[in-house]
């Protein structure tokens, strides 16, 4: 993301939200930029036969959408109005010209939360390369008055069986090692932690930084702690 449109969407937060909670969305940020930046990488094999069922309640309706003219001006308004609507339509309309797919949750008829993934590619430069089979989940979110509820779980569910039902091979998800929530949600979830990764840009070259680590035990801690051993790859864009 680019410092004019960081700004911009900054601006629009405080115009929406005040100044209070725009200083503690500020502090946040830096916050898990400088004290916990690693993400948790996870993946999950897209096989029906291992997959636990999942049952979507008749309360709630998924549904995916392709294009931005099948997302309904009301659904699109939630997922833009609460940061800078007019960024986000754009991140929204050049991620449909990629071939990502979004996934819509509605709870008593209003969306509820919402997911996204691709396939045989990423949307940003990514930790490794993925295979023509290969699917990425991003940008998972929950409004905030339906927490608490298992959405994301039930949401990834469906799709980890949509996907494995299409011929998909294998989904990559991440997350950073501060969202617990989300991390405890995984863990409900068939994703296993693949590693904790860092990312750097240094004169133009994306470096990744893995961290080598018992996945079992951080599952179990929710992160490790001592010393580990890095190594240092360059990624390819």
Same mark, same amino acid.
């Given at each position: 993301?680019?410092?004019? *449109?960081?700004?911009?969407?900054?601006?629009?937060?405080?115009?929406?939200?005040?100044?209070?909670?725009?200083?503690?969305?500020?502090?946040?940020?830096?916050?898990?930029?400088?004290?916990?930046?690693?993400?948790?990488?996870? !993946?999950? *094999?897209?096989?029906?036969?291992?997959?636990?069922?999942?049952?979507?309640? *008749?309360?709630? $309706?998924?549904?995916?959408?392709?294009?931005?003219?099948?997302?309904?001006?009301?659904?699109?308004?939630?997922?833009?109005?609460?940061?800078?609507?007019?960024?986000?339509?754009?991140?929204?309309?050049?991620?449909?010209?990629?071939?990502?797919?979004?996934?819509?949750?509605?709870?008593?008829?209003?969306?509820?939360?919402?997911?996204?993934?691709?396939?045989?590619?990423?949307?940003?430069?990514?930790?490794?390369?993925?295979?023509? *089979?290969?699917?990425?989940?991003?940008?998972? !979110?929950?409004?905030?008055?339906?927490?608490?509820?298992?959405?994301?779980?039930?949401?990834?569910?469906?799709?980890?069986?949509?996907?494995?039902?299409?011929?998909?091979? $294998?989904?990559?998800?991440?997350?950073?090692?501060?969202?617990?929530?989300?991390?405890?949600?995984?863990?409900?979830?068939?994703?296993?932690?693949?590693?904790?990764?860092?990312?750097?840009?240094?004169?133009?070259?994306?470096?990744?930084?893995?961290?080598?680590?018992?996945?079992?035990?951080?599952?179990?801690?929710?992160?490790?702690?001592?010393?580990?051993?890095?190594?240092?790859?360059?990624?390819?864009?």
């Amino acid at each position: 993301m680019s410092i004019s *449109d960081s700004i911009s969407r900054l601006t629009s937060y405080y115009r929406l939200h005040g100044l209070t909670a725009t200083l503690h969305r500020v502090r946040l940020a830096g916050t898990h930029a400088l004290l916990a930046g690693r993400m948790v990488v996870l !993946y999950c *094999d897209l096989d029906e036969r291992k997959l636990p069922p999942v049952s979507v309640p *008749d309360t709630l $309706r998924v549904q995916r959408i392709t294009a931005k003219t099948e997302l309904s001006v009301e659904h699109l308004q939630s997922m833009t109005n609460f940061w800078n609507p007019k960024l986000a339509s754009r991140d929204i309309q050049e991620r449909f010209e990629r071939g990502a797919s979004l996934w819509l949750v509605e709870c008593e008829a209003r969306l509820a939360g919402y997911g996204w993934t691709l396939r045989g590619q990423t949307i940003a430069p990514y930790y490794f390369p993925l295979g023509p *089979d290969d699917v990425q989940l991003f940008d998972f !979110y929950v409004f905030p008055r339906f927490r608490g509820r298992a959405l994301h779980w039930l949401l990834t569910g469906h799709i980890l069986h949509t996907l494995a039902a299409e011929g998909g091979s $294998r989904a990559f998800a991440d997350t950073g090692e501060w969202n617990q929530a989300q991390l405890a949600s995984f863990t409900m979830t068939p994703f296993r932690i693949l590693g904790l990764v860092r990312k750097y840009r240094i004169w133009g070259q994306l470096l990744t930084c893995w961290v080598e680590s018992e996945a079992a035990g951080w599952e179990r801690r929710g992160a490790t702690r001592g010393n580990r051993t890095m190594k240092m790859r360059r990624s390819n864009e």
